[in-house]
């Protein structure tokens, strides 16, 4: 399975600010995806991100909140803008092996805004 | 859209024994199955997955069925250890977009020594 790497691990943000993700895999990968989950609740997925095109948002997830970047095959990033206490998550992202049909997560990034 | 429910949400074992965790799934279209589990600090793992073609599936300790006509599936852990303490995710996939899992509420299981 791929290794995926996110930075930062964990952060403690101000209201009113904005942080950038960082999703690193070891191998190309077609989709990747960015998925929320609020303290001690399951996974919602935020966005689905496929390398040369706009990353297509969920219902309720809007770009202009959650701007998200994808340059190449094994990188990509999610931004969390304007962020309000209510933003305070686990960020992870995840990529999908084509061939055998899996997803595989990544650590996640956990977010603390105050 | 697609809807998974999943139960229960806490489940206590003594090690040794058995837990099993079921999953309802509401599209009947949905055909990929998989379990995560997740540890505390940690991002979800990949334990096992079924098809929609395959009624069951065995890896050493872990299996899951799938009834289609019931539109359940369950995860079936023997021989607990207290490693197996985790949240437990089940997920299917949607119907309009494969590439896209609907994750169930998360069971926590613990497992006593």
């Known amino acids: 399975s791929a290794v995926i790497s996110q930075k930062p691990s964990r952060d403690i943000c101000q209201r009113g600010t904005s942080l950038t993700i960082q999703c690193q895999v070891d191998?190309?990968?077609?989709?990747m995806f960015w998925y929320r989950q609020q303290p001690g609740q399951s996974l919602t997925l935020i966005a689905t991100?496929?390398?040369?095109?706009?990353?297509?948002?969920e219902s309720g997830f809007v770009i202009d909140k959650f701007p998200i970047s994808r340059p190449n095959l094994t990188f990509s990033t999610l931004t969390v803008s304007n962020m309000s206490p209510e933003d305070s998550s686990i960020y992870l992202c995840?990529?999908?092996?084509?061939?055998?049909?899996?997803?595989?997560f990544g650590p996640g990034t956990r977010l603390t805004v105050t | 859209g697609e809807n998974v429910e999943q139960h229960p949400s806490t489940l206590s074992v003594q090690e040794g024994d058995s837990a099993v965790i079921k999953c309802t799934y509401s599209?009947?279209?949905?055909?990929?199955f998989p379990w995560y589990k997740q540890e505390l600090g940690k991002g979800p793992q990949l334990i096992i997955d079924?098809?929609?073609?395959?009624g069951e599936k065995k890896d050493q300790r872990i299996a899951v069925t799938l009834n289609k006509t019931a539109k359940h599936f369950s995860l079936h852990i023997t021989e607990t250890q207290p490693e197996d303490s985790a949240v437990y995710f089940c997920?299917?996939?949607?119907?309009?977009?494969?590439?896209?899992?609907?994750f169930g509420t998360g069971t926590r299981l613990q497992v006593f020594p």
């Open positions: 191998s190309q990968v077609t989709m």
């Open positions: 995840s990529v999908e092996d084509t061939l055998a049909g899996e997803q595989y």
């Open positions: 079924i098809r929609s073609n395959v």
């Open positions: 997920a299917a996939s949607s119907s309009y977009n494969t590439d896209k899992l609907i």
């Open positions: 599209d009947s279209a949905s055909n990929y």
């Open positions: 991100a496929n390398q040369g095109s706009e990353a297509t948002y």
